[in-house]
T-cell receptor, first 113, second 111 residues
Framework: DAGITQSPRHKVTETGTPVTLRCHQT?????MYWYRQDPGHGLRLIHY???????DKGEVSDGYSVSRSKTEDFLLTLESATSSQTSVYFC????????????FGQGTRLTVV | GQQVMQIPQYQHVQEGEDFTTYCNSS?????IQWYKQRPGGHPVFLIQ?????EVKKQKRLTFQFGEAKKNSSLHITATQTTDVGTYFC???????????FGTGTRLQVTL
């Protein structure tokens, strides 16, 4: 498996609180992504990064922000968690442009109560 | 936006039976990738198809890309319990290699 570590692996939080999920890679890949997985929807892209301090929105970015201050770290923040953000979050990395495979982290199961 | 549908959503087979999942897009796909996710696990890349009509095989798995590049299929011959999981197709788009996933097909295999 590619060197990707997500933390925490599980979290329960209350509605309205901020939450930050961390993705750390040791592969020095340029591209990093955050996806969420929900039944019936597959995986959907939240935000992605194409370099340090370079990020852009994905399909379901509302209520989320990201930061990438170092090549190896990509943070996902839920500014004010809602129950609709209960999901499994996957970080992924990719080495380059065009038709390249993605490598996924182990996932973070987030429950907002 | 683009939608990539997969059918069936779920299939339960006896070990040794064949299995096929289909991926259909409303628009022409530039490529198609397939991923497998074991229960409780993370998606793992299986293969990528790029050319119209392309067929690739990996042991008991056969992947096809439609002539019009709007659909794809994954066929597993003689399923085994190790094939259990959810299979996703995905299009890899743009210079940032963003993935647009299909809805997935969950495969259950019993003895």
């Amino acid at each position: 498996d590619a060197g990707i570590t997500q933390s925490p692996r599980h979290k329960v939080t209350e509605t309205g609180t901020p939450v930050t999920l961390r993705c750390h890679q040791t592969e020095n890949h340029r591209y990093m992504y955050w996806y969420r997985q929900d039944p019936g929807h597959g995986l959907r892209l939240i935000h992605y990064s194409y370099g340090v301090k370079d990020t852009d929105k994905g399909e379901v970015s509302d209520g989320y922000s990201v930061s990438r201050s170092k090549t190896e770290d990509f943070l996902l923040t839920l500014e004010s968690a809602t129950s609709s953000q209960t999901s499994v979050y996957f970080c992924a990395i990719s080495p380059g442009t065009g038709n390249t495979e993605a490598f996924f982290g182990q996932g973070t199961r987030l429950t907002v109560v | 936006g683009q939608q990539v549908m997969q059918i069936p959503q779920y299939q339960h087979v006896q070990e040794g039976e064949d299995f096929t999942t289909y991926c259909n897009s409303s628009t022409t796909l530039s490529n198609i990738q397939w991923y497998k996710q074991r229960p409780g696990g993370h998606p793992v890349f299986l293969i990528q198809l790029v050319k119209s009509g392309e067929v690739k095989k990996q042991k008991r798995l056969t992947f096809q890309f439609g002539e019009a590049k709007k659909n794809s299929s994954l066929h597993i011959t003689a399923t085994q319990t190790t094939d259990v999981g959810t299979y996703f197709c995905a299009e890899n788009t743009g210079t940032a290699s963003k993935l647009t996933f299909g809805t997935g097909t969950r495969l259950q295999v019993t003895l």
